[in-house]
């Protein structure tokens, strides 16, 4: 199974951090291997030694946290998914697709670095011959998959992602994209597929007088700006309180790699990695309306499992079966585009669940794991530990040090919360070394909880200082181009994640909704 978060941490002047080596398989040969730098994490406050909680503390705060979730947001449920689609283009690890053992050290460097460059989309391009399979013989277009008939329901190109290579049954089940981890569940594969068409449609744009090269490159760099825009408009937003955004994106950086070169490699801090942007595993449903097939919550967390290759078998075949085909109207509100007639009934619409300290139970049960290690609130929590992170306590302490705006949680916000997980399993003991040191996940979470379900203080300034170097480091950069505005949407600021679909699905109802 490929897994979504890393099991090891190279932090920057500190090495490797973590019980297990070894990781996703690699694709260098042995020695270029050794000479290679791993993924390059740091850390963007204080060493949290001597802060961190017992194992057995964080087992019971663990299983409280995943006993069953908040309540619903009104943040519509596919930002969910995009947001694990941006976790995974922020941590991939370009080198599993550049096979050639004659990539440079600078290139090598950039492949093992976050950014925002959908390379979790294009690979290493189509020039590359270890990602040319991604691509159509014309080396512009990206392969799309097609869906098994099922009940009825017709085989549909372009509804899939593409698989079929290999001879084992296993092997032909396997998505034929970048990066396996967007095949993780069906909500991320369908994201994925989602960019495919996008930039596929892009392409389409492009005069055919452009040569085909020059045509691929034009698309994608296209393709990167709406992608940031959208993310730094209407995605970050959501998710943050908007200020803390605007202020990083219009003031600069405060605590992360501040001043640093902008075309410089970044670095991804485990302060978001292990704590911050994981986030979403609180927007997680445990159940869907996925579409008309699936109506009435029949789309579970774990079906969206089963019809993946991920973590799933697809439920047995080796292709999706068209009766699970998302129906984005159902997932993105086409409302906010003026586009009534893509609007389902509110008794339809999936909403996320609210960013707080609850986490819905199936992820207290995550399938692939051993029993003691299933719990993904507890996982969060440990991993923390094992890279020894700040606690939230310290991390207010460092940004107010480095002159953030923010208010640090009081203990009685931190115990009490509002409406979230109590602490009323801990022991008093336990309840005074908590409140003392809270995991920084934690308190991110208890923030959000306290400004009605978008992240504040230390959780938005981690997320938003973050987003915004991943983006400034990347090779194609709104941040270093402020003067770009978006040409797909309705105007020239406008670019929202509707706007993308609305354009990668020609505004069809009958592409977006295929089943109705
Ligand atoms: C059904 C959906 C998801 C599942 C089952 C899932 C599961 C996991 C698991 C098992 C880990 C590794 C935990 C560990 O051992 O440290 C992980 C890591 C992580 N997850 Fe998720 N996750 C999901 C969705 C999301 C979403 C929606 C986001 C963000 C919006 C997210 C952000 C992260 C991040 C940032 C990491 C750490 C990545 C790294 O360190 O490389 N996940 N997730």
Same mark, same amino acid.
């Given at each position: 199974?490929?897994?979504?978060?890393?099991?090891?941490?190279?932090?920057?002047?500190?090495?490797?951090?973590?019980?297990?080596?070894?990781?996703?398989?690699?694709?260098?040969?042995?020695?270029?291997?050794?000479?290679?730098?791993?993924?390059?994490?740091?850390?963007?406050?204080?060493?949290?030694?001597?802060?961190?909680?017992?194992?057995?503390?964080?087992?019971?705060?663990?299983?409280?946290?995943?006993?069953?979730?908040?309540?619903?947001?009104?943040?519509?449920?596919?930002?969910?998914?995009?947001?694990?689609?941006?976790?995974?283009?922020?941590?991939?690890?370009?080198?599993?697709?550049?096979?050639?053992?004659?990539?440079?050290?600078?290139?090598?460097?950039?492949?093992?670095?976050?950014?925002?460059?959908?390379?979790?989309?294009?690979?290493?391009?189509?020039?590359?011959?270890?990602?040319?399979?991604?691509?159509?013989?014309?080396?512009?277009?990206?392969?799309?998959?097609?869906?098994?008939?099922?009940?009825?329901?017709?085989?549909?190109?372009?509804?899939?992602?593409?698989?079929?290579?290999?001879?084992?049954?296993?092997?032909?089940?396997?998505?034929?994209?970048?990066?396996?981890?967007?095949?993780?569940?069906?909500?991320?594969?369908?994201?994925?597929?989602?960019?495919?068409?996008?930039?596929?449609?892009?392409?389409?744009?492009?005069?055919?007088?452009?040569?085909?090269?020059?045509?691929?490159?034009?698309?994608?760099?296209?393709?990167?700006?709406?992608?940031?825009?959208?993310?730094?408009?209407?995605?970050?937003?959501?998710?943050?309180?908007?200020?803390?955004?605007?202020?990083?994106?219009?003031?600069?950086?405060?605590?992360?790699?501040?001043?640093?070169?902008?075309?410089?490699?970044?670095?991804?801090?485990?302060?978001?990695?292990?704590?911050?942007?994981?986030?979403?595993?609180?927007?997680?449903?445990?159940?869907?309306?996925?579409?008309?097939?699936?109506?009435?919550?029949?789309?579970?967390?774990?079906?969206?499992?089963?019809?993946?290759?991920?973590?799933?078998?697809?439920?047995?075949?080796?292709?999706?079966?068209?009766?699970?085909?998302?129906?984005?109207?159902?997932?993105?509100?086409?409302?906010?585009?003026?586009?009534?007639?893509?609007?389902?009934?509110?008794?339809?619409?999936?909403?996320?669940?609210?960013?707080?300290?609850?986490?819905?139970?199936?992820?207290?049960?995550?399938?692939?794991?051993?029993?003691?290690?299933?719990?993904?609130?507890? =996982? @969060?929590?440990?991993?923390?530990?094992?890279?020894?992170?700040? &606690?939230?306590? /310290?991390? %207010?302490? #460092? *940004? $107010?040090?480095?002159?953030?705006?923010?208010?640090?949680?009081?203990?009685?916000?931190? =115990? @009490?919360?509002?409406?979230?997980?109590?602490?009323?399993?801990? &022991?008093?003991? /336990?309840? %005074?070394? #908590? *409140? $003392?040191?809270?995991?920084?996940?934690?308190?991110?979470?208890?923030?959000?909880?306290?400004?009605?379900?978008?992240?504040?203080?230390?959780?938005?300034?981690?997320?938003?200082?973050?987003?915004?170097?991943?983006?400034?480091?990347?090779?194609?950069?709104?941040?270093?181009?402020?003067?770009?505005?978006?040409?797909?949407?309705?105007?020239?600021?406008?670019?929202?994640?509707?706007?993308?679909?609305?354009?990668?699905?020609?505004?069809?109802?009958?592409?977006?909704?295929?089943?109705?």
């Amino acid at each position: 199974m490929e897994r979504h978060g890393s099991e090891s941490y190279f932090v920057i002047g500190e090495g490797l951090l973590g019980e297990t080596v070894g990781g996703r398989a690699r694709t260098l040969g042995p020695a270029r291997e050794a000479q290679a730098p791993p993924f390059r994490f740091s850390r963007m406050g204080p060493s949290g030694a001597n802060r961190q909680l017992s194992e057995s503390l964080n087992e019971k705060l663990g299983k409280a946290m995943a006993s069953g979730g908040g309540g619903a947001s009104n943040v519509p449920a596919g930002f969910t998914y995009l947001g694990q689609f941006v976790d995974h283009d922020l941590t991939f690890d370009k080198t599993d697709v550049m096979l050639g053992e004659n990539v440079s050290p600078a290139d090598l460097l950039q492949a093992r670095s976050p950014s925002l460059d959908l390379d979790s989309l294009y690979g290493a391009g189509p020039n590359d011959p270890a990602s040319a399979r991604f691509y159509e013989s014309d080396g512009m277009h990206l392969k799309m998959g097609r869906t098994l008939a099922s009940d009825g329901n017709a085989a549909r190109q372009g509804f899939d992602l593409p698989r079929g290579e290999g001879s084992t049954q296993k092997a032909k089940r396997r998505a034929i994209i970048p990066d396996p981890r967007n095949d993780e569940n069906l909500a991320v594969a369908q994201t994925h597929l989602a960019f495919i068409r996008f930039h596929n449609r892009v392409v389409d744009t492009i005069p055919a007088s452009v040569p085909p090269a020059l045509r691929f490159q034009r698309a994608r760099r296209i393709v990167t700006r709406h992608y940031q825009w959208m993310l730094r408009t209407d995605y970050l937003p959501r998710i943050c309180a908007p200020g803390v955004v605007s202020n990083v994106f219009t003031s600069g950086r405060k605590a992360f790699e501040v001043g640093a070169t902008p075309t410089d490699v970044p670095t991804m801090p485990i302060e978001f990695s292990v704590a911050a942007f994981r986030l979403g595993h609180s927007m997680i449903r445990a159940a869907y309306n996925w579409n008309k097939i699936f109506d009435f919550g029949f789309g579970t967390l774990d079906l969206l499992f089963t019809f993946s290759a991920g973590s799933g078998d697809l439920g047995g075949g080796q292709r999706l079966l068209s009766t699970w085909i998302a129906d984005f109207r159902r997932l993105y509100d086409f409302g906010e585009a003026g586009r009534a007639d893509l609007v389902v009934p509110a008794s339809k619409f999936n909403r996320a669940m609210r960013i707080d300290t609850k986490l819905v139970d199936p992820l207290a049960t995550l399938p692939g794991f051993p029993a003691a290690e299933r719990n993904l609130a507890f =996982r @969060n929590l440990s991993r923390a530990r094992m890279v020894r992170l700040a &606690t939230g306590q /310290q991390m %207010a302490t #460092f *940004l $107010k040090s480095k002159g953030v705006t923010l208010t640090k949680l009081t203990t009685p916000q931190i =115990r @009490n919360g509002n409406g979230g997980v109590t602490l009323e399993e801990l &022991t008093e003991p /336990q309840k %005074a070394a #908590f *409140l $003392k040191d809270t995991p920084l996940w934690f308190y991110i979470l208890r923030e959000a909880e306290l400004n009605a379900g978008r992240l504040k203080g230390v959780g938005a300034r981690i997320v938003a200082e973050t987003f915004h170097r991943a983006m400034e480091g990347s090779q194609t950069s709104i941040v270093r181009d402020p003067t770009w505005r978006p040409t797909l949407g309705p105007d020239s600021s406008t670019f929202r994640m509707v706007d993308l679909l609305l354009f990668a699905f020609e505004g069809k109802k009958n592409l977006l909704a295929p089943l109705g």
